[in-house]
């Protein structure tokens, strides 16, 4: 059956992950605020941040199951209480224990949120046959950066309190409405047969599933994205020697020219397969950043002006090759699977966050070692390399 995505429909998924990607990343450009709060070290702080990831990846392996077993609406209302509630609690909390444990649960309900949106937007895209994940993961991109852009105009005049407490009660109760308004197409939970109706937590990590292909080559999709996000300010600053406000420039160019490469996904595409649009746009996105990266370092003690240039082009560039490969890799994990989507985007998932995680201690080891600027070829590399992995995963996955 060919069901169109009409005009509302479209425009509710969109509101999904848009408000999604303005609601979670709020805290990100606070967290000096809150580390002032919990008045721990550096170290100690960057420890507590990635502890979210412990219950994301508690959701990632049980999480796809229940999505489909209970329906997305049902998902969707708790998670987003859930989400919202420990984002609150998190800018009052000074006790670094404390904070540790509602991170956690933080994790836990963006993933299972992450999960349900995701689930959902491959079954309509499966069902209408229009490719929409990669523009949906362009909006949530917009909304991540329209939230760092909200702090940037009025951190310096707002308290935490007054910035992150109305920021996040609006888009809750705006994602209340939309769900209300989608209830009718979500994904019901008939999905459920007799064989299933007993979904154990032995059950769920007995038939947990990992396609390698498709997850190395998401890895390799993701790492320049997650790398830009981790060392692009720190390398304006470090390597350039530009000012703080200037420092985010390379950041902000990179997710822009994502939100247009993957907003602009269908009029690249074209009549082209996944694979003939994928494959020149990580070789360009790779090569341009791999060139750039080089000529800037060379060019910096002599041109300083110049060199950051061409290193922001280059950045620039590489968000527009990378932009809509992760999101095709989604597709390629649900159309791989014999599991039903939300499953398939979580398995694939928790293994990434185990992939990831060894692909930042990598480079931050090379980092220190060597160079930051050496480190940051890695990820360039890795992207050029998803030209062998997306050529094997639109193949069926063997039995």
Known sequence: MNRPIDQAERRGLQSLFFLFGLGIMCLAPRFPDIKANLNVSTTYFGFLMSSGSIG????????GHIVHRLGVYKILIVSSTFTYFTLGLLIEIHNPIIYL???IILGFSWATYHISINAQALHRQSESGTQIIPMLHGLWSAGAVSTALIALLISSSVSLNWHILPLIIIVYLLKLRTFARLKPLLLQGNEVTEADEVVTFTRMIKSFSIDWIVSLGFLCALMLEVSVGDWA????????????????????LFMGAMIIGRLSFNRFKGDRSDKEIVQPFAVMGGTVFLTSLGLSIQLKDTNLHLAFSIFCLGIFLAGIGI????PVFFGYASARSDKPG???VAELGALNQVLTFAGRA??????GAVSLPVAMTIPGVMLIL???FVAAASQPRKK
Do not use: C, D, H, W
């Open 101 to 103: 444990i509602v991170n």
């Open 362 to 367: 990598v480079i931050s080891v090379v980092a």
């Open 56 to 63: 994301a990846f508690a959701a990632q392996m049980t999480m």
């Open 386 to 388: 998803v030209v062998f």
């Open 233 to 252: 300010t720190i390398m304006a600053r470090q390597e350039f020697g530009v000012s703080k406000s200037i420092a985010v420039l390379p950041y902000f």
């Open 342 to 344: 939300g499953v398939a």
């Open 323 to 326: 932009s809509f490969i992760g």
